[in-house]
């Protein structure tokens, strides 16, 4: 089973313009993104995929793999599907660009449910956290996520799902860490498939999957990831490299 590790990679960013390519420790932050998935071990490849020339010349001046985007695109998914579909590959892991400190072992329980999944029963795999404070279960940019007795996805979201109509009922609610790994098939189906009204109206790309029908097989992990959104993240960041 090959498995690879593709870093989607835009230099535009709404909350903080160009942060892919602002200095951590004396190298961008993409470069260091690039740098821990190799170190993982986990991969027998690693690719940034970029609409960048300027990240494109700065992962290649490095010594690393980046391959330009062809067309413009909507999502990650998209942008990497471009990239592998002459590729022979099983396994695509998406690795978040801004997150330049991997945890390894989450990522590899993905790529162990492939592994395992010897009847072919899981299109993706992906990471939850358990969250309790009630201002991140509503924060609307935490995107939730429910799931069945098996681990499967039922839904994403937003909102509060689900509602606490009665409080005690025990219920744990869970944050979707947007760490994916894709079988190489439905990678490329998601690419071919229009967005219908949940992923339209939620702006959450995962929830095409399960409305075309594709299983995502969710994980649950401690490590919540860092990633840099803003300034001030860049700082912790820049704190926690001086360590």
Do not use: W
Not at 57 to 82: F, K, L, N, P, T
Not at 90 to 108: C, K, L, R, S, T
Not at 137 to 142: E, F, G, R, V
């Amino acid at each position: 089973m090959k498995v690879i590790a593709v870093i989607p990679a835009r230099y535009a960013s709404t909350r903080f313009p160009a942060k892919l390519m602002q200095d951590l420790g004396g190298k961008p932050v993409i470069q260091r993104t690039y740098e821990s998935a190799l170190q993982t071990g986990l991969f027998d490849e690693v690719f940034v995929v970029t609409d960048s020339p300027i990240i494109h010349q700065a992962i290649v001046s490095a010594g690393g793999r980046a391959i330009m985007s062809i067309r413009e695109h909507e999502s990650g998914s998209d942008r990497i599907a471009e990239a592998v579909e002459t590729m022979d590959v099983d396994i695509v892991v998406n690795v978040q660009g801004d997150e330049p400190f991997i945890d390894a072992e989450p990522i590899a329980k993905l790529i162990q449910v492939f592994r395992d999944d010897t009847a072919h029963q899981t299109d993706l795999a992906s990471l939850m956290c358990q969250v309790t404070a009630s201002e991140d279960i509503n924060n609307p940019n935490n995107v939730k996520v429910v799931v069945d007795q098996n681990g499967f996805a039922l839904y994403f979201s937003r909102s509060v799902i689900p509602y606490p109509r009665d409080p005690d009922a025990g219920v744990r609610y869970f944050r979707h860490i947007g760490v994916y790994a894709f079988r190489k098939q439905a990678l490329l189906d998601f690419y071919r498939l229009p967005m219908k009204s949940l992923e339209a109206s939620e702006k959450l790309e995962q929830l095409r999957y399960l409305e075309f029908g594709k299983r995502i097989r969710m994980v649950e992990t401690s490590h919540a990831g860092i990633g840099i959104d803003t300034p001030e993240d860049l700082e912790k960041a820049r704190a926690l490299i001086l360590r």
